[in-house]
């Protein structure tokens, strides 16, 4: 639609999968810098995290309680990932269900560089502003749910080139 000195006013999928491998990269970096000894411990939460989220539910969302954020040790660990910006805080939440009256949680978007290529066609997209969207109990992430998921549900796993395992699933 124009020629290649012409600019453009959006941002393909192609854009995206073009640059995300080297922010991955980027991340990945920082991660061991600046999580020095707890870097492989924050690598497997968000790989957790991704999988719970991406494979499981199809979706670029999870939802920590809020409690779980400050008093348990994965909870902590998510909020590592958001400071060192894996995930994104979107908003603090209730969940429309009896079951979880009274309880707060947060909700996080994963970063759009874990999750390009393949994903990023296959998964629904919830944006910031979707609040509604955001407020399924099934979107809550503990580790112990995740496992529970995952023996349900077997994932749907992206070959990676030459099979090499990357920080992000």
Same mark, same amino acid.
């Given at each position: 639609?124009? !020629?290649?000195?012409?600019? +453009? $006013?959006?941002?393909?999928?192609?854009?995206?999968? #073009?640059?995300? =491998? &080297?922010?991955?990269?980027?991340?990945?970096?920082?991660?061991?810098?600046?999580?020095? =000894?707890?870097?492989? #411990?924050?690598?497997? %939460?968000? !790989?957790?995290? @991704?999988?719970?989220?991406?494979?499981? $539910?199809?979706? $670029?969302?999870?939802?920590?309680?809020? !409690?779980?954020?400050?008093?348990?040790?994965?909870? %902590?660990? *998510?909020?590592?990932?958001?400071?060192? %910006?894996?995930?994104?805080?979107? #908003?603090?939440?209730?969940?429309?269900?009896?079951?979880?009256?009274? +309880?707060?949680?947060?909700?996080?978007?994963?970063?759009?560089?874990?999750? !390009?290529?393949?994903?990023?066609? +296959?998964?629904?997209?919830?944006?910031? $502003?979707?609040? /509604?969207?955001?407020? %399924? =109990?099934?979107?809550?992430?503990?580790?112990?749910?995740?496992?529970? #998921? @995952?023996?349900?549900? *077997?994932?749907? &796993?992206? /070959?990676? =080139?030459?099979?090499?395992?990357?920080?992000?699933?």
């Amino acid at each position: 639609s124009g !020629s290649p000195r012409e600019p +453009r $006013n959006r941002i393909t999928a192609e854009d995206v999968n #073009r640059v995300a =491998p &080297k922010l991955r990269e980027q991340k990945e970096k920082e991660l061991s810098l600046d999580a020095g =000894p707890e870097a492989h #411990r924050l690598r497997s %939460r968000f !790989s957790q995290l @991704a999988t719970f989220s991406l494979d499981l $539910n199809g979706v $670029n969302v999870f939802l920590v309680e809020a !409690s779980d954020l400050e008093e348990t040790e994965w909870g %902590r660990e *998510v909020a590592a990932l958001a400071e060192l %910006r894996f995930v994104h805080r979107i #908003r603090n939440l209730s969940i429309q269900n009896s079951a979880y009256r009274g +309880r707060r949680f947060e909700a996080f978007a994963l970063d759009l560089s874990s999750y !390009s290529g393949s994903r990023l066609e +296959r998964i629904t997209h919830i944006l910031p $502003n979707e609040y /509604e969207k955001m407020r %399924r =109990p099934q979107l809550i992430y503990t580790p112990e749910r995740a496992a529970a #998921r @995952a023996q349900e549900q *077997v994932p749907l &796993k992206p /070959e990676q =080139p030459g099979g090499q395992p990357t920080l992000f699933p």
